[in-house]
């Protein structure tokens, strides 16, 4: 058999490979990888946010390179309540992401490289080049799957310069106090500068499906009634992440084929927020630390990590189950609301993904904010094919 051409491809990229890389780079120098990017630079038009307590220290220290604002607090709003949690809250955008991953790979970073297909050990792209590896890991975005039911985080956001200081001390990772639109509705702030900030229109909906047109006029809105004046719009990204409800496990990853992935395509992300960062971070941890390269050790180990997220996240499946089947979509901001009514500890071990069973007992406890009936019929529907009659 042919020597392969590297040790690790990593197909797209991402933010989830685009952190295997630099933790390789750091810590396994001798590898030889490539990572494959179709577009001319990596990490595509996102920002990405996290909280520091998602993460061990030692992971917050090797990420901070990325980091391009930081913040000691954030704030949330809702119609009947509003509150500032300490903890630090941090973004990534891909412009830095980019710079980073450009500077630390050099050559081991092939932009404008279009994908057309893939095995585990192998990467055919569109001007016939054929690549080999050890493995390949498939970063590329969430893959179309019928073994998962679904509900979506839909979002537009823009980058404004404004013509005077907006007055945020702190970025508002919720505003809910906007008219909900039938979903989940609110406003995301970031503040990047006195003069600059991230408005982001999201909403948590049943269908992929979405207006761009609509959440433009939302954000114009919306900055309107807080009395900003635009002077420019900077950037503008959007996109839509999957909610997890309920899903087979089991199938969801014999149809992968062995094909070792990682980021959405692995279920590895934050089933109720969205956020995919700490699990990126954990990820390329771990990966670097593997002691061997083939397909099929990576692709179990994947697996595995899968596996136990899976099950640690039944209890957030549970959540939004309740949240997008129990109650009027519009009336899904008061679940929302009474969470963040409770204590600042356990707000951070949601975001964490990390809830002691005390905490779960606590978020059940006391009069639901949705009709007993459907929460309890939410709360049963846990296989796939118990939502193919309504969908």
């Not at 994908?115 to 001007?127: F, N, S």
Request: proline share 6%; aromatic share 10%; charged share 25%.
């Amino acid at each position: 058999m042919s020597t392969p051409d590297y040790d690790l491809i990593l197909a797209g990229g991402g933010l989830a490979n685009g952190l295997i890389a630099l933790r390789l780079q750091r810590l396994r120098p001798e590898l030889r990888i490539l990572v494959l990017e179709q577009e001319e630079r990596v990490g595509g038009n996102h920002t990405w946010s996290f909280h520091a307590s998602d993460l061990t220290a030692e992971q917050n220290h090797w990420i901070a390179p990325l980091v391009s604002h930081r913040w000691p607090r954030y704030d949330v709003v809702f119609p009947d309540h509003a509150r500032t949690l300490d903890g630090a809250y941090a973004s990534i955008l891909s412009e830095d992401f980019a710079r980073v991953l450009e500077t630390t790979l050099g050559p081991s970073l092939r932009t404008g490289a279009r994908i057309v297909a893939l095995d585990p050990t192998r990467v055919e792209l569109a001007d016939g080049e054929r690549l080999q590896a050890r493995a390949v890991i498939d970063g590329r975005g969430p893959g179309r799957n019928r073994w998962l039911t679904l509900g979506y985080q839909t979002f537009l956001g823009q980058e404004l310069r404004l013509a005077a200081p907006h007055g945020l001390t702190a970025p508002v990772i919720m505003d809910a106090s906007v008219e909900q639109q039938g979903g989940y509705r609110f406003v995301y702030l970031l503040p990047f500068a006195r003069d600059r900030v991230l408005v982001e229109d999201t909403h948590y909906v049943d269908s992929a499906a979405w207006e761009p047109d609509r959440l433009r006029a939302n954000i114009e809105a919306y900055v309107g009634a807080r009395g900003w004046r635009v002077e420019e719009i900077v950037r503008e990204e959007q996109g839509s992440l999957p909610i997890v409800l309920a899903g087979d496990f089991e199938h969801y990853w014999d149809d992968l084929q062995g094909q070792p992935c990682a980021g959405l395509r692995a279920g590895l992300f934050h089933f109720t927020t969205g956020y995919s960062l700490p699990h990126a971070v954990r990820l390329a941890d771990r990966i670097a630390r593997q002691p061997d390269f083939s397909a099929p050790a990576l692709f179990a180990m994947v697996r595995r990590e899968a596996e136990q997220e899976w099950r640690r996240q039944r209890f957030f499946r549970l959540l939004n189950r309740m949240l997008f089947l129990a109650g009027s979509p519009d009336q899904r901001w008061r679940v929302m609301q009474r969470f963040y009514r409770l204590p600042a500890p356990l707000i951070s071990h949601f975001y964490a993904g990390r809830l002691a069973l005390r905490d779960k007992a606590r978020l059940l406890s006391g009069k639901p904010p949705v009709p007993i009936g459907q929460a309890l019929s939410a709360a049963c529907r846990i296989h796939p094919h118990q939502f193919r009659k309504t969908e």
